[in-house]
């Protein structure tokens, strides 16, 4: 079974530009999170999905940031426009049960460098 | 609101020998807690999880925590680590019905020296 899977890896762009992160989930998970860690600090909570709705964006840095799951699918995370302090790696997560009792299952990440 | 706390950012062991990373979390009511480990170029992996009963907790790999709630802790112990065991571990607690949105540490990095 495969796991969570991110796209891309990295990602280098410049100020100004846009960005569009990819998570495709765990089949049958409906629960989908975003994470982000910028350099040196925490992991830090973004947003929950169930299936296509937004359960809880409250982690959002700002309305520079926009994420979907149209079909309660796959995910996108859109960066639009980049700053230097979005630099960092953006982790997506998925689990099963939104009670939190069965395991989240985490991608590799994506490495993004705002230059 | 709850925090997590690992106060060392960097440890080093000797392979065969044991190692223990510390945890203290803030939470109003009693946690899930969690240890997860990154290794280069891979995801987060679950290493073990703590939700209620038994406070000494075994995972993966020959890890256990032990949950103590008179010191708001969650200390991850390995009694013989391996060379592969070099990686980032991070400690994280999540709220009971708050699904997987999880509050982490900043991690710790342990280096195992041969």
């Known amino acids: 079974e495969a796991g969570v899977t991110q796209f891309p890896s990295h990602s280098v762009i410049e100020k100004g530009q846009t960005v569009t992160l990819r998570c495709d989930p765990i089949?049958?998970?409906?629960?989908l999170y975003w994470y982000r860690r910028v350099m040196g600090k925490e992991i830090k909570f973004l947003l929950h999905?169930?299936?296509?709705?937004?359960?809880?964006e409250s982690g959002m840095p700002n309305n520079r940031f926009l994420a979907e799951r149209t079909g309660g699918t796959y995910s996108t995370l859109k960066v639009q426009p980049a700053e230097l302090e979005d630099s960092g790696v953006y982790f997506c997560?998925?689990?099963?049960?939104?009670?939190?009792?069965?395991?989240?299952?985490f991608g590799q990440g994506t490495r993004l460098t705002v230059v | 609101a709850q925090s997590v706390t690992q106060p060392d950012i960097h440890i080093t062991v000797s392979e065969g020998a044991s190692m223990e990373l510390r945890c203290n979390y803030s939470?109003?009511?009693?946690?899930?807690l969690f240890w997860y480990v990154q290794s280069p170029g891979q995801g987060l992996q679950l290493l073990l999880k703590?939700?209620?009963?038994?406070?000494l907790v075994q995972g993966i790999k020959g890890f256990e925590a032990e949950f103590k709630r008179s010191q708001s802790s969650f200390n991850l112990r390995k009694p013989s680590v391996h060379w592969s065991d070099a990686a980032e571990y991070f400690c994280?607690?999540?709220?009971?019905?708050?699904?997987?949105?999880?509050?982490f540490g900043t991690g710790t990095q342990l280096k195992v020296e041969l």
């Open positions: 939470y109003g009511a009693t946690p899930y």
């Open positions: 994280a607690v999540g709220q009971r019905g708050g699904g997987n949105k999880l509050t």
């Open positions: 089949s049958g998970h409906d629960n």
């Open positions: 997560a998925s689990s099963q049960d939104i009670k939190g009792s069965t395991e989240a299952f």
């Open positions: 999905f169930v299936k296509e709705s937004k359960q809880d």
């Open positions: 703590y939700f209620s009963g038994d406070t």
